[in-house]
């Protein structure tokens, strides 16, 4: 279950006054490109893909978390009863459904690990799964990215960047463009789509 684009753009913004910053945003280009390209792959729908983009990042709403914001956005989204927000939540971060290739701290409590680990070993991962993930690596603060730029900000800004995880995320860029039959950039507007800071 997802709640309404409406009630989306109601809890980001509600949880971006709870913890500022440029991750609303990046949310937003998240949910812009998920759109777009959902609009161009026959068997997704667009306003799921848009839902979930925008909601990747909502356990942000805690405060500064690394790994944290993994778990927080999980039990946040199934504690409204919104399953499947929950899933993104909790499946974006991790391109291998492991936890071999995550990128940041692991500031999570023994269960909250326990609970990440359980989940990704229970999930399939799905179209909607691989689309989020795809779209994360795209999705900057103001606009979109090219894909290797965005990686290497996340490399600088955290000291590395796990070479399996650069491929795999490469290699979903390629099988968005074969089902759309286009170029991603293209899809997405990279070159004329742009946020404003209150949008």
Request: net charge negative.
């Amino acid at each position: 279950m997802l709640p309404t684009r409406t009630e989306a753009e109601r809890l980001l913004k509600e949880a971006e006054v709870c913890n500022p910053g440029p991750w609303g945003n990046h949310s937003r280009v998240c949910a812009h490109c998920a759109e777009k390209i959902a609009q161009s792959c026959k068997g997704l729908n667009p306003e799921k893909a848009y839902v979930m983009g925008l909601l990747h990042d909502i356990g942000r709403k805690f405060g500064v978390r690394h790994l944290g914001h993994v778990s927080d956005g999980y039990t946040y989204m199934m504690s409204l009863g919104y399953d499947e927000a929950a899933r993104i939540c909790l499946t974006h971060s991790f391109s291998s459904f492991t936890l071999d290739d995550y990128v940041g701290k692991w500031d999570v409590s023994e269960e909250e690990l326990e609970l990440i680990k359980s989940k990704l070993t229970n999930f399939e991962q799905n179209d909607y799964d691989r689309l989020i993930k795809l779209c994360d690596s795209l999705a900057g603060s103001e606009g979109v990215m090219d894909i290797r730029d965005r990686m290497n900000d996340v490399r600088r800004r955290y000291g590395g960047y796990p070479k399996q995880k650069w491929d795999r995320n490469l290699a979903l860029k390629e099988y968005f463009e074969k089902k759309a039959g286009r170029d991603i950039y293209e899809i997405v507007e990279k070159d004329t789509f742009r946020i404003g800071g209150s949008d």
